[in-house]
């Protein structure tokens, strides 16, 4: 890691709540960082963790100078696309508060999606962005805002991991253990795979780091839905079981992400498999692993 803890002995993460705030706020106690846990949600309290609970994040202040990073917004694709221009100036409007905040070097979990999906070859942070969705459009303006301030942008492929919700892999999970055929809407898209553990230490890695810019955080593999099902029915010993699409893509797309300037900054590459995500997920799940 090319981290320094000594810099900082308290990091606060908003969006604290959520799927991937959770993790990070484990990472941090893992490196007996303090954590200052901001969410508009109410959070169990722990040792080490100081909680500011918000209404709304206008107006938010922090101690001065210390380390933030940024996940709160709307993280539901659908509901931000179907609110448009407003959940830009939303989302925009929250990053400004964030910016104003008094914090240190912000760092923004942003998104793969502001790539697109139409492109085979690994992405990389200096492409040129084309006009997407209000979800992309909403990311694209908050990283703005956060590189003008002298913050850092990660940008984030398909996080999974225990406690998430309304994901392929959710979806593929949900059908083991099981008989006949598993169900997918479209097997042949692909997408990048991050274990939310891996996501959550490459956020605190970048928080701790002094390099600024844009980076990814993914894998640097694409894998197709069928072969996320094909891993998890392997793990589960239900490896005979056919895989049927649903909705077949005539033009399957495709996500990947590039990451050797994340690693050359911050010393950070992803350490777990899919294939091992998945058997700790079925795990978890009191699924049966295949021997």
Not at 77 to 87: P, Y
Not at 105 to 112: F, K, P, T
């Amino acid at each position: 890691m090319n981290t320094d803890t000594s810099v900082t002995s308290i990091v606060a993460v908003t969006g604290a709540s959520g799927f991937l705030g959770s993790a990070i706020i484990d990472e941090l106690k893992a490196r007996e960082l303090a954590v200052l846990a901001i969410s508009r949600e109410e959070i169990m309290p722990q040792e080490g963790m100081q909680i500011l609970n918000v209404p709304h994040y206008q107006d938010l202040a922090v101690p001065a100078g210390i380390p933030l990073i940024h996940m709160a917004g709307e993280a539901r694709i659908a509901v931000a696309n179907q609110s448009g221009d407003a959940h830009v100036e939303m989302e925009t409007a929250l990053a400004q508060s964030i910016c104003n905040s008094g914090a240190g070097r912000i760092v923004y979990g942003s998104s793969a999606r502001v790539y697109g999906d139409n492109s085979e070859a690994p992405h990389s942070p200096d492409e040129v962005l084309v006009k997407s969705s209000p979800y992309a459009e909403a990311k694209k303006a908050v990283e703005n805002l956060v590189i003008q301030s002298g913050g850092v942008v990660a940008r984030i492929s398909n996080v999974y991991g225990e406690g998430m919700n309304g994901t392929l892999i959710m979806d593929v999970l949900a059908q083991i253990p099981g008989q006949g055929p598993l169900y997918l809407r479209d097997a042949q898209s692909r997408r990048d795979f991050l274990w939310v553990k891996d996501t959550a230490r490459g956020l605190v890695d970048i928080a701790l780091g002094k390099t600024t810019g844009i980076f990814n955080l993914g894998t640097g593999v694409t894998h197709s839905a069928e072969d996320v099902a094909q891993l998890a029915l392997k793990a589960a010993g239900e490896a005979n079981r056919p895989i049927h699409s649903t909705q077949p893509d005539t033009a399957p797309t495709s996500n990947t992400l590039e990451i050797s300037d994340t690693t050359r900054a911050f010393g950070w590459r992803p350490e777990t498999t899919l294939e091992a995500g998945l058997r700790c997920l079925l795990n978890q799940d009191g699924h049966k692993e295949n021997e």
